[in-house]
Nanobody, 122 residues
Framework: VQLVESGGGLVQAGDSLRLSCVVS????????RGWFRQAPNKEREFVAS????????MYSDSVEGRFTISRDDAKNTVDLQMTNLKTEDTATYYC????????????????WGQGTQVVVSS
């Protein structure tokens, strides 16, 4: 399984940005998908996840109401729409997959992408 993120960049506080991740490999449509981030000098943290059939989503408290995760199995993608960005959202964002939806919330995933950087300036 391979994951390739795109869409990162430099934006100003209050702006919106959409990240996308293309997933390829066997069994990808039966896996939950999620997004994580790692800010400089901090540990990687869970951001959002979506179940294999899209019927459940989960968000961290810090992004709830501002970020929206979605998946398109026809395109084999998982997107993260980010609005009202804050400087504290600055981080490298990673997409990931796992068979179990609950595992992603615990920070565990079977497969990870290489990351895309998001910088939010004040």
């Amino acid at each position: 399984v391979q994951l390739v993120e795109s869409g990162g960049g430099l934006v100003q506080a209050g702006d919106s940005l959409r990240l996308s991740c293309v997933v390829s490999g066997r069994g990808i449509n039966t896996n939950a998908r999620g997004w994580f981030r790692q800010a400089p000098n901090k540990e990687r943290e869970f951001v959002a996840s979506i179940a294999w059939n899209g019927d459940r989503t989960m968000y961290s408290d810090s992004v709830e109401g501002r970020f929206t995760i979605s998946r398109d199995d026809a395109k084999n993608t998982v997107d993260l729409q980010m609005t009202n960005l804050k400087t504290e959202d600055t981080a490298t964002y990673y997409c990931a997959t796992d068979l179990f939806f609950e595992s992603l919330q615990k920070g565990m995933a079977s497969h990870w992408g290489q990351g895309t950087q998001v910088v939010v300036s004040s």
